[in-house]
């Protein structure tokens, strides 16, 4: 019998695995009005005649779909289809079912975008170098030492600042110059989208500066430094050399001959071949970096001018002697290698030249600006990865051409319509190579694609704005999609973006390796064609490969040992900031309300707008209420709508008791379903809930409202037990459709449930006059006051029965009482 067994269990081994069905979304969200498609993929051959969206918390079917575009085969899938549910609008938490298989959780929202454009800012204080405010403290402070100048190598010069370029601390002109030129273009054109949370040295702390002004700010700085005076432009600090292991910035003591940690060298751009070591790159000319350096310039002196004058004024004299110095000097100028092959091969500098006209041009008026413009980007009218199939690394930068965007919306028609027309061909050739493919994706699995994949957004959506052509939108939300989890691989490419979903937890970056932090906002490299990743020197995977089935001409690996895919890149992440911004813009004109005037604190609503003099009250039970009728009385007399949550378990003991208080106009809603603590209270960030166990008892509370005849889209806000939680939960909350509120901190209102024997008790007269003494000290304009429906009867001293004389106080100091969901304005 054992034997047989064995036999069995053998012969079960050797059998393929089941085949398998996935549907991929868009794991951040979609705007209600924006093109909406998932994808079926199905390792067995599969017809499905539609499929069905259901709602996330009640699991009910809410519309059928029979919009299924088959797309054939793909990789290891015999079976893909495209699935349209572009024309449900309707804002909410959902899944798609199809051929038997559930989508992930995602939302429809006009939120769904925001705050996004200033998460990915995280990620570029995280690499700025100096100050660094991730560490609190600073590195790479004796740069560095000139090299390459005909007379003034070895010279020491100030040359800290700016961003590491990636998971390595090697600092480039082409990269930094890019990402300060995105952030401005992302901020001119959506400047609505930027909040101010931290300071100019990027430590917490509003400082009435827009954060990715701070950024760009600090970004130019070190722009300024690389081009100290006329004709003296450097390219790049350190070379390959720096790849000495997993190290924090702080403790970099790579010896570049002046010591371990004690400056690094300072590449003069010669306009030749250059290279230090075994290695050299295969420059031509200055070009390259003097447009890019100019158009920075041009249109920083423009954008700083309301925050910095002086420093613009002198911006604007920079610009255009850095654009002569590209006049001069044609041809590119290359990042240095050194003992490997590797570097940055761009090979185009005409882009970078029409741009720096073009803005030199929008700054000054002058015409000889525009006709070089022209007459530059004329040379390259399509920017050459654009339906390519292959490129070298970074070979032609940036990635997109903003110089024909801006030439397209100039006065002079003829010049408008030409370089319309060059923004129309690139697209056009990327739509080609993505005809037929499931996820609409014509873009190259070269190093750093997601950058490509940012690059092209970003064309699509100025094309579409400068010209109304809609030709290209299917494919542009794709792409907005193949970034936050539709594709084939079902992730994210951005670092925790959304909270909730599938993104990378294992990617290239020293922070990771050495355990002490993330990479919060930043966009990774993306997937690479397979003989790519098996030809790089270094590369492997260090675990089980969760991606194995999906892995086809292209792959992509969570492994902090693949740098091709999986390593953070700082310009990616700048670049995606405008298309960000530009979507949540969009769905701000989605929506009546389009000014956030709540107070926030880990993901959860704490006060509504701190400048009316609005108070909403809550009220909690778990298991009590003895303070219904003084409580409903109340609220009666002074024709206040209150709001209440209530656990599952209260639902279900006093059925009654709900239904008399939603019966009063009152809103009605959740405070879990069992009462968990979900996380430690000293250690906030310490989750003590799986997210299964959180959704289970969340789903298993709304079961119960819907018994009560509550339904889920009037029950949006969801109060924690004991009115604790963190970011996990807020985020779990967000992706069910829901948001977590909390009081406002400061009254002590909440310690209402408080009894004698207990070290925190408090007396109703204490209570109410710390709420009066704090009313005098601090107002309490948008404060959300928390008050127990019921209390233990050990405490005599009920607070509810203080209620009726605290808000006629309130009353005639001119509050008004309004139901948290309007002061929230959901």
């Known amino acids: 019998m054992r034997r047989f067994f064995a036999l069995?269990?053998?012969?079960?081994?050797?059998?393929?695995?089941?085949?398998?069905?996935?549907?991929?979304?868009?794991?951040?969200?979609?705007?209600?009005?924006?093109?909406?498609?998932?994808?079926?993929?199905?390792?067995?051959?599969?017809?499905?005649?539609?499929?069905?969206?259901?709602?996330?918390?009640?699991?009910?079917?809410?519309?059928?779909?029979?919009?299924?575009?088959?797309?054939?085969?793909?990789?290891?899938?015999?079976?893909?289809?495209?699935?349209?549910?572009s024309a449900f609008k309707k804002s909410g938490s959902y899944y798609i079912e199809a051929a038997g298989v559930k989508s992930p959780v995602f939302r429809i929202n006009a939120d769904a975008y925001d705050g996004t454009a200033d998460f990915l800012l995280n990620y570029m204080r995280q690499q700025r170098c100096g100050y660094n405010p991730w560490l609190k403290d600073s590195c790479h402070v004796h740069d560095g030492y000139i090299v390459c100048h005909p007379t003034r190598s070895g010279e020491k010069i100030d040359a800290t600042g700016g961003w590491h370029d990636a998971t390595d601390y090697l600092q480039y002109t082409t990269t930094s110059a890019n990402a300060v030129y995105q952030m401005m273009l992302a901020y001119t054109r959506n400047p609505e989208a930027f909040g101010d949370a931290y300071g100019a040295n990027g430590s917490a702390g509003a400082n009435g500066i827009p954060d990715i002004v701070d950024e760009i700010k600090w970004g130019m700085d070190w722009l300024c430094k690389m081009n100290p005076e006329p004709g003296m432009l450097f390219n790049q600090i350190a070379d390959d050399r720096d790849h000495a292991g997993f190290r924090l910035p702080t403790r970099d003591s790579v010896d570049y001959g002046w010591g371990k940690g004690l400056g690094r060298p300072v590449y003069f751009i010669t306009g030749q071949p250059e290279g230090l070591l075994k290695y050299k790159n295969h420059a031509t000319g200055k070009a390259s970096a003097a447009g890019k350096f100019a158009s920075c310039f041009a249109k920083g002196a423009e954008l700083l001018k309301p925050y910095y004058p002086a420093y613009a004024a002198k911006l604007a004299e920079k610009a255009d002697a850095a654009y002569q110095e590209g006049v001069k000097f044609p041809g590119v100028a290359q990042t240095a290698p050194g003992n490997a092959p590797y570097f940055y091969e761009e090979d185009n500098w005409t882009d970078d030249m029409q741009l720096a006209a073009a803005e030199l041009y929008a700054s000054t008026g002058k015409r000889d600006y525009l006709n070089d413009a022209v007459r530059y980007g004329r040379m390259e009218p399509v920017t050459p990865w654009m339906g390519a199939d292959s490129a070298r690394h970074y070979e032609w930068y940036p990635f997109v051409n903003i110089g024909h965007y801006l030439l397209s919306n100039v006065t002079d028609a003829a010049v408008s319509k030409e370089f319309r027309r060059n923004l129309r061909t690139g697209i056009d050739r990327v739509s080609e190579r993505a005809e037929g493919d499931p996820f609409l994706y014509g873009i190259p699995g070269i190093w750093c694609s997601n950058n490509l994949v940012a690059a092209m957004i970003t064309q699509c959506r100025l094309y579409r704005e400068t010209t109304g052509d809609t030709r290209y939108l299917e494919m542009e939300s794709a792409l907005r999609d193949w970034l936050f989890g539709c594709n084939p691989w079902g992730t994210s490419m951005v670092a925790g973006l959304p909270r909730w979903g599938d993104t990378p937890e294992h990617p290239h970056s020293s922070y990771v390796v050495k355990g002490i932090g993330y990479v919060p906002g930043a966009l990774i490299d993306g997937p690479v064609y397979a003989t790519i990743f098996n030809s790089l020197y270094g590369v492997s995977i260090t675990q089980p490969d969760p991606y194995s089935r999906f892995q086809a001409r292209t792959v992509y690996h969570d492994d902090v040992n693949d740098y091709s895919t999986n390593e953070p890149t700082m310009d990616g992440t700048a670049s995606l900031t405008y298309y960000l911004s530009a979507l949540q813009n969009e769905g701000r004109k989605e929506r009546t309300v389009t000014t956030d005037r709540n107070t926030w604190d880990e993901g959860g609503i704490i006060r509504t707008d701190s400048t009316k003099k609005v108070i909403s009250l809550v009220f909690t039970a778990a298991d009590k209420h003895d303070g219904e009728e003084v409580i409903l009385k109340t609220l009666r007399k002074h024709h206040i709508i209150g709001t209440f949550f209530f656990t599952g378990g209260f639902y279900r003991d006093f059925p009654e008791v709900v239904q008399r208080v939603k019966s009063e106009g009152h809103y009605v809603g959740s405070h879990s379903n069992n009462h968990l603590l979900y996380n430690d209270w000293t250690k906030r960030d310490s989750t003590l809930v799986t997210k299964e166990q959180f959704t289970t008892d969340l789903l298993d509370s709304y079961k119960e409202l819907a018994k009560a005849g509550i339904q889920t889209a009037d029950a949006p806000l969801f109060m924690p037990p004991y009115e604790w939680y963190n970011d996990d939960i807020a985020a779990w909350t967000k992706e069910l459709g829901l948001q977590v509120i909390n009081y406002t901190p400061g009254t002590g209102s909440n310690a209402d449930y408080t009894t004698p024997d207990m070290k925190n008790y408090r007396s109703s007269d204490v209570l109410f006059d710390r709420i009066m003494q704090y009313e005098k000290q601090h107002t309490l304009k948008g404060n959300i006051m928390l008050i127990h429906f019921g209390t233990d009867n050990a405490r005599t001293d009920k607070f509810y029965n203080r209620l009726d004389e605290l808000i006629t106080r309130l009353e005639k100091k001119g509050y008004v009482f309004k139901s948290l969901r309007e002061a929230i304005g959901m």
């Not at 299924?68 to 549910?85: E, I, K, N, Y």
């Open 8 to 85: 069995l269990i053998l012969s079960v081994l050797a059998l393929p695995l089941s085949a398998e069905r996935w549907v991929r979304v868009n794991l951040l969200g979609y705007l209600p009005d924006a093109v909406k498609v998932a994808v079926l993929m199905s390792e067995d051959a599969v017809t499905p005649d539609g499929f069905v969206l259901h709602e996330a918390i009640s699991g009910a079917a809410v519309q059928r779909f029979d919009k299924v575009r088959p797309c054939g085969a793909f990789g290891q899938m015999q079976s893909t289809f495209r699935l349209d549910f």
